[in-house]
């Protein structure tokens, strides 16, 4: 077989998956951001915040710390124990001393069905308000800022959405972070475009639990988080129930309002956000694996085939300009999602040479059935 022709299959499927891609972005492109409110709201509109924890000790205080900033537009804030062992349990009571919307509450016991984080978040939701209009679900690491309950909720009501999450600005240190967290960030824009709008189909669904809120009512036609039970992606599961169930789910960023450290280190980032990166559960089906055939062939692939292509001159010259083209088109996502981190890090320009092994490893999580988190182990469905 001529050696020419396996590569020009492979760069016009390229080609195809690219176009996909760009008129995806395109498409996406000047979407809306949360800005700044200091709006008050009406008593029907105030929040609960629900905060899932394990073992927190470390990194809960800024948190409390900024939920308890907030105003009067956040009515409690049920700190969710799922069995700490460290200082969690003695860190939250403190705050509860100091302010009355704080309240520690335990976890029952792990159903055999259910993950520990959606657990978690299902039992803050059964002790919820009920006179209160909606549910933040909020992570250890997240850092509020004061006004951010409130602009959430305004951006909600202007946008007409009963439910969104931020793109949250992130926190990472160390040479290895600054070149795999960006890699993996620039898998998502590749697969569901920029953030900035609300989803109305499944498979358009963007989604963050680490800064979640949504209406009581809607969250309650969920039946809670019970459909997030066993996913290896609570956040996306739940938002694509909601979406089935005809809620659409917005997904914004929010610029000075909310930030979070992920991880400690690359391979923590490696090993953990690679667990959820895939977004396979019950809903994605076969939209899943075309994701990570573009992540793989138009994000991963352009920039080492273009360098092959040009030293060996083993490929028509078309499928040259097409990995170039590809390749140009990486370092604009590259640059776009700069505005994501707080601080970039020294090594981020060289992030795309990290794109090949995280697709690889992007394959590698989503072809596994059992997933082990925190001692815990997920099998998918």
Not at 370 to 378: A, F, K, V
């Amino acid at each position: 077989m001529n050696p020419r022709r396996p590569v020009a299959l492979l760069c016009l499927l390229q080609a195809l998956l690219g176009v996909r891609i760009v008129l995806r972005l395109l498409r996406t492109a000047g979407g809306e951001r949360i800005v700044l409110s200091d709006a008050p709201l009406p008593a029907h509109e105030r929040v609960s915040v629900v905060v899932p924890v394990l073992n927190e000790q470390k990194r809960l205080g800024p948190c409390i710390e900024g939920l308890i900033s907030q105003g009067d537009e956040v009515v409690e804030v049920l700190v969710v124990d799922g069995g700490s062992t460290d200082g969690t349990r003695a860190l939250v009571r403190s705050y509860e001393v100091r302010d009355p919307r704080v309240r520690l509450i335990d976890a029952p016991p792990l159903p055999p069905d259910w993950n520990g984080k959606a657990w978690g978040l299902q039992c803050g939701f059964e002790q919820v308000g009920t006179g209160w209009g909606w549910v933040l679900t909020i992570d250890a690491d997240v850092r509020p800022a004061p006004a951010l309950t409130r602009s959430l909720v305004a951006h909600a009501r202007a946008a007409g959405v009963p439910a969104l999450s931020v793109a949250t600005r992130q926190v990472v240190s160390g040479a290895g972070e600054g070149m795999v967290h960006p890699a993996m960030l620039a898998t998502l824009v590749y697969r569901f475009g920029i953030p900035g709008h609300a989803a109305r189909r499944v498979n358009d669904v963007q989604a963050n639990g680490q800064c979640f809120l949504v209406r009581r009512q809607a969250l309650a036609s969920c039946d809670g988080f019970a459909a997030a039970r066993d996913s290896v992606c609570e956040d996306v599961t739940l938002a694509r129930a909601l979406v089935q169930r005809g809620h659409p789910v917005g997904f914004y960023e929010a610029d000075g309002l909310v930030s979070v450290r992920m991880y400690e280190g690359w391979r923590d980032t490696w090993s953990n956000w690679s667990r959820s990166l895939p977004m396979r559960d019950q809903f994605s089906g076969a939209s899943a694996f075309l994701g990570l055939a573009e992540v793989t062939l138009v994000q991963a692939l352009p920039l080492p085939l273009f360098a092959g292509l040009r030293l060996s001159g083993a490929g028509p010259a078309w499928a040259l300009a097409i990995n170039g083209i590809l390749a140009v088109t990486r370092l604009g996502v590259l640059m776009g999602i700069a505005r994501a981190y707080e601080r970039i890090p020294w090594t981020y320009p060289l992030s795309p040479l990290a794109d090949l092994p995280v697709a690889a490893q992007l394959w590698r999580s989503a072809l596994r059935r059992r997933h082990t988190w925190r001692g815990r182990t997920l099998v998918r469905r």
